[in-house]
């Protein structure tokens, strides 16, 4: 007896449903409809920035310029590279303060706008102590730090630093030495003296074994300070000072000597 073998069908193929079909199509249609709109939007914003940093109602009127007392308005605004007539949101505001920090006199700086037509500019720049003699003269700030080789131009009535080298400067992560600091202290403090104002001073000599000797007044008188205790030395020298413009000695000074703390020396001219 013959028996006829039934195919048997593949359960694993389907047609897929109609309903996931039209999913599919609803899906890639969205897609399409989305990068359409991203795109449409990106054109838009392309144009209306275009519109906005073109437009003469953003145009720059006004820049204000503050904190500056050695560098003139012309030469920041030169350096920023700024003029009146550019857009304001067209300016890159970091481009025009990185450009404001590669002035050496330039310590900080901090540019903003003000809607419509206003940038401002406010720097704080270094302040000068006095002029370092390294081969070459070199302006140092308050800080202790050199911040520029002095120039014709420069302030040129800072006292006259001399007998420090390279290694005493304050660079990067090296510190300033003891003796550069010591300078520093002995320049501030003189600054609050009533006899000693830091424009009648104009050379410090160092001297790495004796310490410090100022030259000060318009007959250059030398005085004697050591490395340490400048406060008291400055006290004495106060003293010292009215006493002679007192007693009319002061004209025939020629140097004082403070490094001793039990006595002072007192040099004239020969009468």
């Given at each position: 007896m013959m028996f006829k073998r039934?195919?048997?069908?593949?359960?694993?193929?389907?047609k897929p449903a109609k309903g996931l079909l039209r999913r599919r199509l609803l899906t890639t249609a969205r897609m399409l409809a989305l990068a359409l709109a991203i795109m449409g939007?990106?054109?838009?914003?392309v144009y209306a920035y275009q519109v906005v940093t073109e437009s003469e109602y953003l145009a720059l009127r006004k820049i204000t310029v503050s904190g500056n007392h050695h560098l003139g308005r012309r030469e920041i605004l030169r350096?920023?590279?700024?003029?009146?007539?550019?857009?304001?949101?067209?300016?890159?505001?970091?481009?025009?303060?990185?450009?404001?920090?590669?002035n050496p006199w330039v310590a900080t700086a901090r540019v903003s706008r003000r809607v419509p037509?206003?940038?401002?500019?406010?720097?704080?720049?270094?302040?000068?102590?006095?002029?370092?003699?390294?081969?070459?003269?070199?302006?140092?700030?308050?800080?202790g730090r050199i911040f520029k080789r002095w120039q014709t131009g420069d302030p040129?009535?800072?006292?006259?630093?001399?007998?420090?080298?390279?290694?005493?400067?304050?660079?990067?992560?090296?510190?300033?030495?003891?003796?550069?600091?010591?300078?520093?202290?002995?320049?501030?403090?003189a600054e609050k003296t009533r006899c000693l104002p830091l424009a009648s001073i104009t050379r410090v000599q160092v001297d790495k074994q004796l310490g410090l000797t100022l030259e000060a007044f318009e007959a250059g008188v030398k005085i004697n300070l050591g490395f340490k205790n400048f406060?008291?030395?400055y006290s004495r020298l106060v003293k010292v000072v009215n006493y002679l413009k007192k007693h009319g000695y002061w004209t025939r000074l020629r140097s004082i000597d403070l490094t001793d703390p039990e006595r002072m020396v007192v040099k004239f001219d020969q009468a």
């Open positions: 039934r195919k048997r069908k593949n359960r694993y193929r389907r939007l990106s054109t838009m914003l350096a920023a590279g700024l003029r009146p007539g550019l857009n304001l949101l067209s300016i890159n505001l970091s481009l025009v303060r990185r450009k404001l920090l590669a037509d206003c940038l401002e500019i406010e720097i704080r720049e270094h302040r000068p102590l006095a002029v370092v003699e390294l081969g070459a003269r070199y302006l140092m700030n308050r800080k040129d009535h800072l006292p006259l630093i001399t007998g420090l080298d390279l290694t005493d400067i304050h660079v990067e992560q090296s510190p300033a030495s003891q003796t550069m600091r010591a300078v520093r202290q002995a320049l501030l403090l406060n008291v030395n």
